[in-house]
């Protein structure tokens, strides 16, 4: 099965509303970083966040490694959210960064 | 700077053609890795280098070369190239913890 999954697979948010986006891990992770993919273009790394809780300006993560999980919450959601977002971590030690399949998150105005 | 470069942005390559692409970064970091982006697919890790020793992936380990000839530059080549290898080819680089990426190169073969 799948060692990373993401979800939902898709949302689509009224601009202001907030969205919490989910990753589930199957074995031992470390090095756990969120990304952003607007179509077409690179991965931007959003918030490198192994354990605990990170905020950085809209955009919060809560990583629980006991229970291999992470979450990403947007807050007060505009329509430059719009994309894909990855969560993607080392598992075991592999010594590489496997990707979850992503959410894509479309905001309309 | 946390900058990594990628060259070209996009590439066209004709079915059977060799297809070189370049990657640079200048933060010193030891591992340099190759994604390969497909449109609603996750990134796929095709190789990675730690230092001088290249890690290629078992289900491409035929389909791609690497060469890194000193710690900033990190190549990926593709022989023959297939309709298959259209792609997005994104290269990124870490020093143990977050990884940073480049622009990636948009290669489309015809």
């Known amino acids: 099965g799948q060692q990373v999954q993401q979800s939902p697979a898709s949302l689509v948010l009224q601009e202001g509303e907030n969205a919490e986006l989910q990753c589930n891990f199957s074995s031992t992770a470390t090095r756990l970083q969120w990304f952003y993919q607007r179509p077409g273009g690179s991965l931007v790394s959003l918030l490198y966040n192994p354990s605990g809780t990170k905020h950085t300006g809209r955009l919060t993560s809560t990583t629980v490694t006991k229970e291999r999980r992470s979450s990403l919450h947007i807050s007060s959601s505009q329509t430059t959210d719009s994309g894909t977002y990855f969560c993607a971590m080392e598992l075991g030690l592999s010594g590489k960064l496997t990707f979850g399949e992503g959410t894509q998150v479309t905001v309309i105005s | 700077d946390t900058t990594v470069k990628q060259n070209p942005r996009y590439k066209l390559a004709r079915v059977g053609k060799p297809v070189n692409l370049i990657c640079s970064q200048t933060m010193n970091h030891d591992t340099m890795y190759w994604y390969q982006k497909k449109p609603n697919q996750a990134p796929k890790l095709l190789l990675f280098?730690?230092?001088?020793?290249?890690?290629r992936e078992a289900d491409t380990f035929e389909k791609f070369q690497s060469s890194r000839p000193n710690n900033s530059f990190c190549s990926l080549y593709i022989g023959s190239a297939g309709l298959e290898y259209s792609a997005m080819y994104l290269c990124?680089?870490?020093?143990?913890?977050?990884?940073?990426f480049g622009h990636g190169t948009k290669l489309s073969v015809l």
């Open positions: 990124a680089s870490s020093q143990g913890e977050r990884l940073f």
């Open positions: 280098y730690y230092d001088k020793i290249l890690n």
